[in-house]
């Protein structure tokens, strides 16, 4: 079992800055993919960003290159991500994700793969 909580969401202005974290515990070492996923109420949920534990594996989605980073604290078990010059289009829940493996089809990462997911967090950005 792995255990995902979320925090950093709100509200900020376009082109500000707001900066996720995802506290992970229990079996996180089987869950090496660590992942961000984003949903609209009634839309499919869509991968930002992933990273693979131990890797250098790192995945963006086209949407949010150059402005979104992600990392790793390994000795805090924390997953961030850094969001830049949001603009009011990435308004949307946000999930964080735990997997086995990155899932990837055509060149997207994919919900399918993950395991588990956290409790969500939004990010609302306005013009």
């Known amino acids: 079992q792995v255990r995902l909580v979320e925090s950093g969401g709100g509200s900020v202005q376009a082109g500000g800055s707001l900066r996720l974290s995802c506290a992970a515990s229990g079996d996180t070492y089987r869950n090496p993919c660590m992942a961000w996923f984003r949903q609209r109420p009634g839309k499919e949920r869509e991968g930002v960003a992933a990273v693979v534990t131990g890797t250098s594996f790192t995945y963006y989605a086209d949407s949010v290159k150059g402005r979104f980073t992600i990392s790793q604290d390994n000795a805090k078990n924390t997953l961030y991500l850094q969001m830049n010059s949001l603009k009011p289009e990435d308004t949307y829940m946000y999930y964080c994700?735990?997997?086995?493996?990155?899932?990837?089809?055509?060149?997207?990462?994919?919900?399918?793969?993950?395991?588990?997911w956290g409790q969500g967090t939004q990010v609302t950005v306005s013009s």
């Open positions: 994700a735990a997997a086995p493996y990155c899932s990837l089809i055509g060149g997207q990462i994919r919900a399918g793969g993950v395991t588990y």
